[in-house]
């Protein structure tokens, strides 16, 4: 791997770290104001909402400039998501804010690595950044717990820091220096050779061209990059390995997402847990996941990606399957066994969809489209899981409906691949050729 790659996982590194501090502390905040269960839910999908409003400009903005100093303003205005909690506003408002700067960061973060390494490495480094953001996810939920927790949380107010008047809120003004970390890392990131392409322009430098065909019907403003992130989703959604890729990883995402919160729940609910143990649980899920992911980079080639698919329709019997585990000690292996599940089976497919994305489009703009698509997934399926509690659902009803839309969902996307290798045999088979004899940079 190239030097510049471990800048870059350490920068996403502390930056996931924070993340997932944040939204622990954002629960015990809401829950210290005495709010409601289903908008403690709600905040998975406000999280995921400027991913969904902003997908068709963050993509050209991440493709625009230096993928290093995108990164370096999309943590900026998480710091001023945190900023917004201490001053008193609401919640749920303020992080909406820090997903604008995560909705920023992740064109960058993938961008960089179809800029600097080949595609030959592409399964690799998707396997050391999704291991590491896994990792980040474990310490972030513990660090998020400990810091609300009964031993560090008076600590913190001992210091009687500016404007901190709760726990929650001393817990936030340490993420604050977290989020200054990754930004110190964001300076170290190479600038790789790739063209820039100005914020407006809405044509792009990938080996295709979803822009239009032969690059004509371009227009500027915010209508031309209107028109070209609509075009460059529909180009990935229409390519047969794409498609499938995009599908996979949108729901795998979507499930991921809202986890979080899901066994924060459940582990109140069947094991009696506060929000410290339970944040522990959490990190769990994520090992295995890390687990899963590490074993995914070392087995899978990028042409054999589609073959865990199955997988994702076993991640949804299993979340049904938790409503029945009350002991700690089955839950800890059954959680394992859940994120090891997902960590195998998004690597290979994140690649082969950033694959085919950089084959397509610019790389911004490939992440860009597929971040739309798992945020939206996400906002999906936390409102409907946010919607089950308001509507009178318990906690494992909840569990039990999301658990049944994701394999079921999962199915049909493989039998949507199975339809694609009969009915365009040749077409999926030039793709996979493409995939093993790939070799840039």
């Known amino acids: ?11 996403q590194f502390f930056s996931s770290l924070a993340d997932n501090a944040l939204f622990v502390t954002a629960i015990a905040l809401l829950r ?11 905040l998975v999908p406000m999280f995921a909402l400027f991913y969904v409003v902003l997908a068709p400009f963050v993509g050209a903005f991440a493709d625009a400039m230096p993928k290093g100093r995108v990164m370096l303003i999309s943590n900026t205005i998480k710091v001023l998501g945190c900023l917004l909690m201490l001053w008193g506003a609401h919640p749920l408002l303020a992080y909406s804010i820090v997903g604008l700067g995560a909705a920023a960061y992740s064109p960058a973060k993938y961008g960089i690595l179809t800029e600097l390494l080949p595609s030959s490495q592409l399964v690799r480094a998707n396997g050391w950044i999704e291991g590491l953001t896994i990792s980040s996810i474990i310490l972030g939920v513990l660090l998020g717990g400990q810091l609300v927790g009964p031993v560090v949380a008076p600590l913190l107010m001992g210091l009687h820091l500016p404007g ?86 949108t729901l795998f995402w979507g499930v991921s997402g809202n986890l979080r919160y899901i066994v924060l729940a459940w582990a109140a609910v069947a094991l ?71 960590g195998y089976l998004v690597v290979p497919m994140n690649a082969l969809l ?17 971040n739309f698509n798992e945020q939206a997934c996400i906002l999906g399926l936390g409102a409907f899981y946010s919607l089950s509690l308001k509507l009178g659902l318990s906690v494992f009803g909840a569990i039990t409906a999301f658990g049944l839309v994701v394999a079921g969902t999962m199915w049909l996307i493989r039998r949507w691949h199975i339809s694609n290798c009969h009915r365009h045999r040749e077409e999926v088979e030039h793709l996979l050729h493409i995939a093993r004899q790939d070799h840039h940079h």
């Open 164 to 249: 901190v008047d709760s726990a929650p809120q001393a817990a936030i003004a340490v993420l604050v220096l977290v989020y200054a970390l990754a930004a110190l890392f964001n300076l170290g990131i190479p600038r790789t050779s790739a063209r820039l392409v100005p914020f407006w322009q809405s044509s792009h430098h990938g080996t295709g061209n979803c822009a239009g065909q032969g690059g004509n019907h371009r227009s500027g403003g915010v209508l031309g990059l209107l028109q070209d992130f609509w075009r460059c989703n529909a180009s990935l959604w229409g390519d047969k390995l794409g498609q499938i890729s995009l599908s996979a990883t």
């Open 354 to 370: 950033q694959h085919r994305g950089h084959n397509l489009m610019g790389a911004g703009r490939s992440i860009a489209v597929q």
């Open 272 to 342: 009696g847990y506060n929000t410290t143990q339970a944040s522990a649980l959490t990190g769990v899920v994520a090992i295995g996941t890390a687990v899963g992911a590490v074993v995914a980079s070392m087995r899978m080639r990028l042409d054999a990606a589609t073959k865990v698919i199955p997988l994702g329709i076993a991640m949804g019997l299993l979340l049904i399957l938790m409503v029945f585990i009350n002991n700690i000690w089955l839950a800890i292996p059954f959680l394992i066994l859940l994120g090891g599940l997902g």
């Open 32 to 42: 210290s104001a005495g709010a409601h269960e289903w908008q403690q839910a709600a």
């Open 1 to 11: 791997m190239k030097r510049g790659f471990y800048t870059i996982m350490a920068a």
